[in-house]
């Protein structure tokens, strides 16, 4: 049986201080993967932890990453497995083992790549979560309008249903990449990639309210560039919108397991097929760079008309 969190973060502890050599190539790798790929924060974060994990674990073996052998890069995911990572989880550190590996081939600091005989692990696709429309209308009517904090989340939770953004995207909105007037966002999303959004009139509406009511009592000085700001004028981060989203599910009457803030991205792009939106259009919404991602809404959007037909059909 797998190990717990815990028990995965005090093994990470146990592990020696990362080599200095190690360190330099893993910062060199992140530099080009930003410059050349215009990777995201996030994803550029997660690699450095991943390599520099398997570095420091390779740290008493006496190799370091550059003269790993294909059977250290074996005996490490070995370990994982018993430590109970996720294929999600492997899937990520491979794709970073290859891209790092790649560029040391490229600039001739090995001649065999190590991780070239390594399997992905199979991934399932899981079918989002979406809420139904009431669920929708008890959340986004759940934050408490007397205090600036209620506005502001109730603002945010609108948007969010309104443009299908992703957290990240809605927590880094700056007041500049809004315009009330055209009523559209400009979001820029993975990869550097911008788009244009629509609001809608409702989204919008909130977005003023809050604008002219909570952000200046919730601005502590100065001008901040954040659109929406938490305590003491700082920006919200990911994890105090989700404890919010969680919060005002809970007053909705909403199970909170089945509540998170890409759940409301889910339900955007839900019902807007059920509604009978194009899937390309779609597809420019969510800012995918690939239809085929888009696509798995598809299925959710078919899941909720078989149970229609069956409810409703005389020989459902």
Same mark, same amino acid.
């Given at each position: 049986?797998?190990s !717990?969190i +815990?028990?995965?973060r005090?093994? *990470?502890?146990?592990?020696?201080?990362?080599?200095?050599?190690d360190?330099?190539?893993?910062?060199e790798?992140?530099e080009?993967?930003?410059?050349?790929?215009g =990777?995201?924060?996030?994803?550029?974060?997660?690699?450095?932890?991943?390599?520099?994990?398997?570095?420091?674990?390779?740290?008493?073996? #006496?190799?370091?990453?550059?003269?790993?052998?294909?059977?250290?890069l074996?005996d490490? %995911?070995?370990?994982?497995?018993?430590?109970?990572?996720?294929?999600?989880?492997n899937?990520r550190l491979?794709?970073?083992?290859?891209?790092?590996?790649?560029?040391l081939?490229?600039? #001739? /600091?090995?001649?065999?790549?190590?991780?070239? /005989?390594?399997?992905?692990?199979?991934?399932?696709r899981p079918?989002? &979560?979406?809420?139904?429309?009431?669920?929708?209308?008890?959340?986004?009517?759940?934050p408490?309008?007397?205090q600036?904090?209620?506005?502001?989340?109730?603002?945010?939770l609108?948007?969010?249903?309104a443009?299908?953004?992703?957290?990240?995207?809605l927590?880094?909105?700056?007041?500049?990449q809004?315009? =009330?007037?055209?009523?559209?966002l400009?979001?820029?999303?993975?990869g550097?990639?911008?788009?244009?959004?629509?609001?809608g009139?409702?989204? *919008?509406?909130?977005?003023?309210?809050?604008l +002219?009511?909570?952000?200046?009592a919730?601005?502590?000085r100065?001008?901040?560039? +954040? %659109?929406?700001l938490?305590?003491? #004028?700082a920006?919200?981060?990911?994890?105090?919108?989700? !404890?919010?989203? &969680?919060r005002?599910?809970g007053?909705?009457?909403?199970?909170?397991a089945r509540?998170?803030?890409?759940?409301?991205?889910?339900?955007?792009?839900?019902h807007l097929l059920?509604?009978?939106?194009?899937?390309?259009? =779609?597809? =420019?919404?969510l800012?995918?760079?690939?239809?085929?991602?888009?696509q798995i809404y598809?299925?959710? +959007? &078919?899941?909720g008309?078989?149970?229609?037909h069956?409810?409703?059909?005389?020989?459902?």
């Open positions: 049986m797998g !717990s +815990a028990d995965r005090a093994a *990470a502890r146990a592990l020696p201080e990362l080599p200095a050599a360190a330099a190539g893993i910062g790798f992140i080009r993967a930003w410059a050349e790929q =990777l995201s924060r996030n994803s550029l974060d997660a690699y450095r932890r991943d390599l520099e994990l398997l570095a420091r674990w390779l740290a008493p073996r #006496g190799c370091g990453l550059s003269g790993a052998a294909s059977s250290d074996f490490y %995911l070995a370990e994982r497995s018993r430590q109970g990572y996720s294929a999600r989880s899937a491979l794709s970073a083992l290859r891209q790092f590996y790649r560029q081939l490229r600039f #001739g /600091r090995i001649t065999a790549d190590p991780s070239a /005989r390594l399997e992905s692990p199979r991934l399932s079918l989002p &979560k979406a809420l139904g429309d009431s669920e929708i209308e008890a959340l986004l009517q759940a408490p309008l007397d600036p904090a209620g506005v502001r989340d109730r603002a945010m609108e948007l969010m249903y443009t299908g953004l992703r957290v990240g995207e927590v880094g909105l700056a007041a500049g809004l315009n =009330l007037r055209q009523g559209v400009r979001v820029t999303g993975k550097g990639r911008e788009r244009l959004v629509p609001l009139e409702e989204a *919008a509406h909130w977005v003023r309210r809050y +002219a009511e909570a952000r200046p919730l601005a502590a100065g001008s901040p560039l +954040a %659109l929406f938490g305590p003491r #004028g920006p919200l981060s990911r994890q105090q919108f989700w !404890s919010l989203v &969680k005002h599910a007053a909705a009457g909403i199970d909170a509540v998170s803030p890409h759940g409301l991205r889910h339900s955007f792009a839900t059920n509604h009978g939106a194009d899937l390309r259009v =779609l597809q =420019l919404l800012g995918h760079a690939s239809l085929s991602t888009t598809t299925l959710v +959007a &078919k899941e008309l078989k149970r229609l069956q409810h409703h059909h005389p020989r459902g």
